[in-house]
């Protein structure tokens, strides 16, 4: 093993063989007293990564990155990318991934608690988490033991809007409203009147359409066409495209904003740029409706229910909402056999009305 000076570097560098492989690593020191105690680390290190399969240690950023690319061309990717964004603003990830413990998972389920998301987004996030630091240890990195924190999801009906909750919401979202704190429409600044506006007309397009927030904040004008009333989404989640046709509402909604947007996408942000995931003033607005058990995926089970109750079926609404998998729509087969118990009994009382009228007195 020896210290030598490569190029105009001002560093000592480590250069040794090892399993018929010569290694090169700058000690990153000027000091050659210092460099010859980093030199026999470097050393020690990659003896144990070469010969005896430990692997160097990486930051937990690295961990999820590598989870990622474990999954390039699946559907589940794009997902991915966007929770280890949300993780990465969460906690700090800049830490090594054998430094993080139970309290570090901890830390960002309650962060995202207090953002205001509900049990299964959370359970998303947890997911990619605990994935990556699986993986990890599977290829041989120094890994932690760590618990993931207790996440409980309701296992109950999947929970819509009513017509009234519609209406509660809307109202807490309608951009000419005034309440304490805000000023009446004539005098607010235009850039809070078009956020108010962005929120409201988000909102009425995730009921009328049952697409995702990401599907319809981030949409552009070259995939509406209004003239044939028509939404191509592109759904990235599951790597499919549905044409999706317009309400009045939502066609009322597109030909206004056309008319005042020179943008390319239909919401945008301060920048000009696509919309984005922004959500908390219309998380605020379910909250001041007394909607607290409700979220922006809320808006797609309503579409998705009222299909269902009004005699769509179960492979009908999958169509509409692009589900890949049948088993996720099946979530709303109760519903489905409500609608279809209900036609059975109208059925049975046309029968009886026709072939038993004569009996009716007796009971």
Not at 71 to 76: I, R, Y
Not at 173 to 180: E, F, Y
Request: proline residues 1%; hydrophobic residues 35%; contains cysteine.
């Amino acid at each position: 093993m020896s210290l030598v000076k490569r190029g105009n570097s001002k560093f000592w560098y480590v250069q040794f063989q090892i399993d018929h492989q010569t290694i090169v690593r700058s000690t990153k020191t000027t000091e050659r007293r210092v460099a010859e105690q980093v030199a026999a680390k470097i050393r020690a290190d990659v003896h144990a990564e070469l010969l005896l399969g430990k692997k160097e240690q990486i930051t937990l950023e690295t961990a999820l990155r590598r989870f990622a690319n474990t999954k390039v061309g699946t559907a589940n990717y794009r997902n991915l990318e966007s929770q280890i964004r949300i993780i990465l603003s969460a906690i700090d990830c800049s830490i090594l991934l054998v430094k993080v413990t139970s309290d570090t998972l901890e830390q960002f389920r309650q962060k995202r608690l207090s953002q205001g998301c509900g049990s299964q987004t959370i359970k998303h996030g947890m997911n990619c988490l605990i994935g990556a630091i699986r993986l990890a240890r599977k290829d041989g990195y120094q890994c932690p033991s760590v618990d993931a924190p207790l996440i409980r999801t309701a296992n109950s009906r999947v929970r819509y809007l009513s017509v009234e909750e519609e209406r509660r919401l809307l109202r807490e979202l309608d951009p000419t409203r005034v309440t304490n704190g805000l000023s009446a429409e004539p005098a607010r600044r235009a850039d809070r009147q078009k956020w108010m506006q962005d929120n409201y007309d988000l909102v009425v397009m995730l009921i009328d359409t049952g697409a995702r927030y990401s599907e319809i904040a981030n949409i552009a004008w070259k995939d509406i066409d209004l003239n044939g009333g028509e939404i191509r989404l592109w759904r990235s989640k599951v790597q499919n495209e549905s044409v999706i046709y317009m309400t009045d509402r939502v066609e009322t909604i597109l030909r206004r904003r056309r008319r005042e947007s020179n943008g390319l996408t239909v919401f945008a942000n301060k920048a000009g740029e696509r919309r984005g995931y922004s959500a908390i003033a219309i998380r605020k607005a379910f909250r001041r409706a007394g909607l607290d058990d409700c979220t922006i995926h809320t808006l797609r089970h309503t579409h998705a229910t009222r299909l269902v109750q009004n005699g769509l079926s179960i492979q009908e609404v999958k169509a509409v909402l692009g589900h890949t998998d049948i088993r996720t729509t099946m979530r709303y087969a109760h519903l489905e056999q409500a609608v279809v118990t209900r036609k059975a009994r109208d059925i049975v009382n046309a029968l009886n009305r026709s072939n038993f009228s004569g009996l009716n007195s007796a009971l």
